[in-house]
């Protein structure tokens, strides 16, 4: 089966800088599969944070990281990115990778077949 891993994570001062990155281990496997990223706080509920579409190269942002946080792609190393400026402390959060089958990106996560194990984000004021 396919598995996805990130990298990237760490502790980062408030206003600092941090690119994830989920590379999948079969080759085009995201290439043809809308990536997403998701977080979540210890006692909170998984959140939606960005999502890729791999058809008409559409991205789709949740509301508190719109103008902050980018994905990307990088389908000859079947990467997909979260850039991650202007960081908050509310952002503090392991974030996942999450890949799913279809064209259209979806912010639920019961919607998504094929998660990574999480990278920590740690966001200090």
């Known amino acids: 089966q396919v598995q996805l891993v990130e990298s990237g994570g760490g502790l980062v001062q408030a206003g600092g800088s941090l690119r994830l990155s989920c590379v999948a281990s079969?080759?085009?496997?995201?290439?043809?599969?809308?990536m997403s990223w998701f977080r979540q706080a210890p006692g909170k509920e998984r959140e939606f944070v960005a999502g890729?579409?791999?058809?008409?190269?559409?991205?789709t942002y949740a509301d508190s990281v719109k103008g902050r946080f980018t994905i990307s792609r990088d389908n000859a190393k079947d990467t997909v990115n979260l850039q991650m400026n202007s960081l908050k402390p509310e952002d503090t959060a392991t974030y996942y990778c999450?890949?799913?089958?279809?064209?259209?990106?979806?912010?639920?996560?019961?919607?998504?077949?094929?998660w990574g194990q999480g990278t920590q984000v740690t966001v200090a004021s």
């Open positions: 890729s579409g791999w058809l008409d190269s559409t991205e």
């Open positions: 079969e080759p085009v496997f995201s290439a043809r599969n809308v």
């Open positions: 999450a890949a799913a089958r279809g064209i259209e990106i979806r912010a639920a996560s019961g919607e998504y077949d094929i």
